[in-house]
């Protein structure tokens, strides 16, 4: 097993015995190794590395059992089928911040410019509605949250540029912080 996101190596010569047509012990060397599936296929990559089997997420999210079947054949085109069991572990994520519209931010002074932060926020293993969002920003108030609507408000007085800090948590304790800059 490993970490979703993360990579395992398996070197396969250990487990691996052929004999001749005589019966006689002959070179694992000699074995040609071939991935025939992986299930499920979303999960993880599999490859052949000369004698070792390579294993590789798919992304930071994908985890879960899988299976992947392994065929070794000899020089004399004899061949023999094992499935390896592979368990992908779930490890918490952060929630994440979609800045996509961010950019470039203008407020006129004395007005209020609304955004709807809840949509930009998503937890990809865990329900959204309970990710816990803070912001804060120069002079203090500038930035307002509003949980029950996921509406953030910002206003300033002054003209210049001011920067909003963004924090989110989910219910298992992972967090992340992210800044934006407006100019008012």
């Not at 094992?82 to 002074?109: C, K, M, W, Y």
């Not at 004395?110 to 309970?130: C, F, H, P, R, W």
């Amino acid at each position: 097993s490993y970490d979703e996101g993360g990579s395992a190596q398996l070197g396969l010569t250990q487990f691996l015995t052929d004999t001749d047509t005589n019966g006689n012990p002959s070179s694992v060397m000699d074995l040609s190794l071939a991935i025939v599936s992986v299930e499920p296929a979303n999960i993880l990559d599999a490859e052949i590395w000369p004698t070792g089997l390579m294993m590789t997420a798919i992304d930071d999210d994908a985890h879960g059992s899988v299976v992947v079947t392994v065929r070794a054949t000899d020089t004399d085109g004899q061949l023999s089928e094992t499935q390896v069991h592979v368990h992908v572990e779930n490890i918490n994520d952060a929630p994440r911040f979609d800045n996509t519209g961010f950019e470039n931010l203008i407020v006129q002074s004395g007005q209020s410019l609304e955004i709807d932060l809840a949509s930009q926020m998503n937890d990809v293993d865990d329900d959204n509605a309970e990710i816990w969002i803070t912001t804060s920003a120069q002079p203090a108030g500038a930035a307002q949250y509003n949980p029950i609507s996921g509406m953030l408000t910002l206003s300033w007085d002054q003209p210049g540029e001011q920067l909003v800090t963004l924090s989110a948590s989910d219910t298992h304790g992972a967090d992340g912080t992210w800044q934006f800059a407006v100019t008012i």
